[in-house]
């Protein structure tokens, strides 16, 4: 137990309300760790934000979460994580905090991709932003060149899920659409990466449109084992890191739509702050 009196929480950032599934998992995995989520809800979704868009919102939360004591920050949106991170990682932290670190959920989920295939053909389903970035395919072709890989872009996904309106039958036609784009492109297909957190909640919709040998490959359990096995091999942050317990949550939003909304992701009720980036 660390028995720092300051508070050193994890941060956690998402774009919006999907990286609650993350921490979600990060909290029922390490319970005794201090968290601060992050939503920049009131610049959702990233999805289709160019790139200098996207670095330029992800850093100013990154540096709002160092300011709140963090000194780990997980990316828990794959569009920051595809077109923020490396430069955050190489050009900015060398200069503005040299001794804190950022981490993505691409790296950590191509890692493991290859153990849930027997095919090795593999799918990809994820924002415009994640998906034109390449990053999938970049970490895979690098950690696994022997898959090989087909995606396609959901840009309706992830408006279905923060508006509540993905059990609505007309919510069906988008998502089975683009499955069957996908399975279309490679029907030797027998694992699809969730390449988004908000995708989870669209899991038994998304069953109906594949062959039940098809495995859905979700991010919570991955990155929860990936941020577990970090503080296992870097023990100088794991000591810096504040072990109370505490949770805090901020958006750049309406709290109440927040709280309302986040809840169905994160499962059960939370109380949130405002927050100006």
């Not at 994640?130 to 072709?141: K, P, Q, V």
């Not at 840009?155 to 069906?172: K, Y």
């Given at each position: 137990?660390?028995n720092?009196?300051?508070?050193a929480?994890?941060?956690?950032?998402?774009?919006?309300?999907?990286?609650?599934?993350i921490?979600?998992?990060?909290v029922?995995?390490?319970?005794?760790?201090?968290?601060?989520?992050?939503?920049?809800?009131?610049r959702?979704?990233y999805?289709?934000?160019?790139?200098?868009?996207?670095?330029?919102y992800?850093?100013?939360a990154v540096?709002?979460?160092?300011?709140?004591?963090?000194?780990?920050?997980?990316l828990?949106?794959?569009t920051?994580?595809?077109?923020?991170?490396?430069?955050?990682?190489?050009?900015?932290l060398?200069?503005?905090?040299?001794?804190?670190?950022?981490?993505?959920?691409?790296?950590?989920t191509?890692?493991?991709v290859?153990?849930?295939?027997?095919?090795?053909?593999?799918?990809?389903?994820?924002?415009?932003g994640?998906?034109?970035?390449?990053?999938?395919?970049?970490?895979?072709?690098k950690?696994?060149?022997?898959l090989?890989?087909?995606?396609?872009?959901c840009?309706?996904?992830?408006?279905?899920?923060?508006?509540?309106?993905?059990?609505?039958?007309?919510?069906?036609y988008?998502?089975?659409?683009?499955?069957?784009?996908l399975?279309a492109?490679?029907?030797?297909i027998?694992?699809?990466?969730?390449?988004?957190?908000?995708?989870?909640?669209?899991?038994?919709?998304?069953?109906?449109?594949?062959?039940?040998?098809?495995?859905?490959?979700s991010?919570?359990?991955?990155?929860?084992?990936?941020?577990?096995?970090?503080?296992?091999r870097?023990?100088?942050?794991?000591?810096?890191?504040?072990?109370?317990?505490?949770?805090q949550?901020?958006?750049?939003?309406?709290?109440?739509?927040?709280?309302?909304?986040?809840?169905?992701?994160?499962?059960?009720p939370?109380?949130?702050?405002?927050?100006?980036?």
């Open positions: 137990m660390n720092n009196n300051h508070s929480p994890i941060g956690v950032f998402d774009s919006g309300y999907g990286g609650l599934t921490l979600r998992e990060f029922n995995r390490l319970p005794a760790y201090d968290f601060v989520y992050l939503g920049d809800n009131a959702s979704p999805g289709s934000r160019s790139f200098q868009a996207v670095y330029h992800t850093l100013e540096k709002k979460l160092f300011g709140l004591g963090c000194p780990l920050v997980i828990a949106c794959n920051s994580s595809a077109k923020a991170l490396r430069s955050i990682q190489q050009t900015d060398p200069l503005i905090a040299p001794d804190r670190r950022v981490l993505g959920v691409i790296r950590p191509a890692e493991t290859e153990k849930y295939t027997l095919s090795k053909h593999v799918g990809i389903l994820g924002t415009p994640t998906i034109n970035s390449g990053s999938y395919l970049l970490e895979i072709e950690l696994s060149p022997q090989t890989v087909f995606q396609e872009a840009p309706m996904w992830v408006s279905l899920v923060e508006n509540d309106e993905f059990n609505n039958p007309g919510a069906e988008f998502i089975r659409k683009n499955v069957e784009n399975l492109r490679d029907p030797r027998d694992a699809i990466i969730l390449g988004c957190t908000h995708y989870p909640l669209l899991v038994d919709i998304i069953r109906k449109f594949i062959p039940s040998h098809v495995k859905l490959i991010q919570d359990n991955i990155v929860a084992d990936s941020l577990i096995d970090y503080l296992n870097h023990p100088e942050m794991n000591n810096r890191i504040s072990k109370l317990g505490n949770i949550f901020f958006t750049t939003d309406s709290i109440e739509l927040f709280e309302k909304r986040g809840s169905v992701f994160f499962r059960k939370f109380h949130a702050e405002q927050i100006d980036l």
